[in-house]
């Protein structure tokens, strides 16, 4: 082996530059693939699983039971790191690649990142045909994996080992782009996985992916500041894109400083803390009533990090005033224009803080301010009373 060169099987590379992979947000590092889960089968214990046992020392190894849980329970650890950090799945060729599609729809239309490491058919096509090969009497290059490629972000065979690299480095790049992220597929021949190759060591050095706070448009902010100062009755939707950008201390600022009450998506529960007089709960078909009662009636409706799913529009009944427009602030262009809305494509708490800047001196009406409020109060009666136990020595009801 040279000084500039490292021999390596495929697979014992592709950890080893896993590793070394690290995601940058406000100046904190984070490993952009902590771990990886596995089930092993014929197509990927001689190359993954082999290269995972020799690399337990910088790639955690989790065993899975089964495929789809294996990437709901990664799915679920990217949601709590708000996206800064995620894990791999590697499972066999046949129904183990095949199991990785609910999970990998979940992320990618979640907008989480979860890398799928699929084993795939011999690229030499010299045992053909596997026990659980797609055999396709028209398209010799097509497998089971190819039921991964619309729920993913970022597809790729890997059928040479240099192919590994350009690919791995796209992968990267869209997992940690939070515009863009969400399942990313390397399916794995399994020759190739087991294939030595001399890579150049740069393919192994640090890298770390700086995870952008994009600002907004100054047309873009300017035209938004004129929609909310102009609105009588707005009403912010926050979804999960809160929690996200960590952007739930700049949503309590702007809050307290313009009055605009709150109601979030099930994935923006939390968004601001229930405690709080302008948070209204849910909203949309799982609602709360205060938020749908003001839903209906809302001149403009302010989505900061929603994609606007049925649950939250009520299947698009809710919003019923003749007059409502919508202000989406979202980090992707795709859901910025949901509802035909004026945009306000940025992270969302850059964008917020601009916006409570811009708006300085603006606050709803008093009267508005204490309708909702009176609305949150005879919720949270209702609520209580759904809890309390009319005989102390009953069987608990459902809601208790």
């Not at 849910?282 to 009533?289: N, S």
């Not at 649950?311 to 859901?335: E, K």
Request: hydrophobic share 40%.
């Amino acid at each position: 082996m040279s000084a500039r060169t490292r021999r390596l099987t495929t697979a014992q590379a592709l950890v080893r530059f896993l590793s070394a992979q690290y995601t940058e947000r406000d100046g904190v590092r984070r490993r952009l693939i902590a771990g990886t889960w596995g089930i092993f089968g014929h197509g990927n214990v001689a190359g993954v699983g082999q290269a995972l046992v020799e690399y337990a020392d910088v790639m955690p190894f989790h065993q899975g039971r089964n495929e789809q849980s294996m990437v709901h329970a990664a799915v679920g650890y990217a949601r709590q790191l708000n996206r800064l950090s995620a894990q791999a799945v590697t499972t066999s060729i046949g129904p183990g690649a095949t199991n990785l599609v609910t999970g990998a729809a979940l992320a990618t239309i979640n907008r989480l990142p979860v890398l799928l490491l699929p084993g795939d058919y011999f690229a030499t096509h010299s045992a053909d045909p596997l026990l659980q090969q797609l055999e396709h009497p028209v398209e010799a290059d097509v497998s089971v994996n190819d039921t991964l490629r619309p729920v993913s972000r970022y597809f790729d065979r890997i059928t040479r080992p240099e192919a590994l690299i350009p690919s791995a480095l796209q992968a990267m790049r869209v997992l940690a782009d939070p515009a863009e992220t969400g399942a990313v597929t390397l399916a794995l021949p399994q020759d190739v996985q087991a294939e030595a190759y001399d890579w150049p060591e740069e393919f192994f050095a640090e890298r770390v992916w700086s995870v952008r706070r994009p600002a907004p448009d100054p047309a873009e902010l300017s035209a938004a500041v004129a929609a909310i100062r102009s609105a009588a009755r707005p009403l912010i939707v926050a979804g999960g894109g809160v929690h996200h950008s960590e952007a739930e201390a700049a949503l309590k600022a702007f809050v307290e400083a313009t009055g605009i009450p709150v109601a979030s998506t099930q994935a923006g529960k939390g968004a601001l803390r229930h405690d709080h007089p302008a948070d209204l709960g849910g909203i949309g078909h799982t609602g709360t009533a205060v938020s749908d009662d003001l839903a209906r009636t809302a001149d403009l409706v302010i989505g900061v990090g929603t994609r606007y799913t049925d649950f939250t529009t009520a299947s698009g009944t809710l919003f019923q005033n003749p007059d409502v427009r919508f202000l989406n602030l979202n980090i992707t262009g795709f859901d910025a224009h949901k509802q035909a809305a004026r945009t306000l494509v940025c992270d969302a708490r850059a964008g917020l803080e601009l916006l409570r800047e811009a708006l300085a001196g603006h606050r709803v009406e008093a009267s508005y301010e204490a309708e909702y409020r009176a609305g949150k109060e005879r919720w949270d009666e209702v609520v209580e009373a759904a809890y309390r136990a009319a005989d102390e020595n009953a069987v608990p009801t459902q809601t208790q």
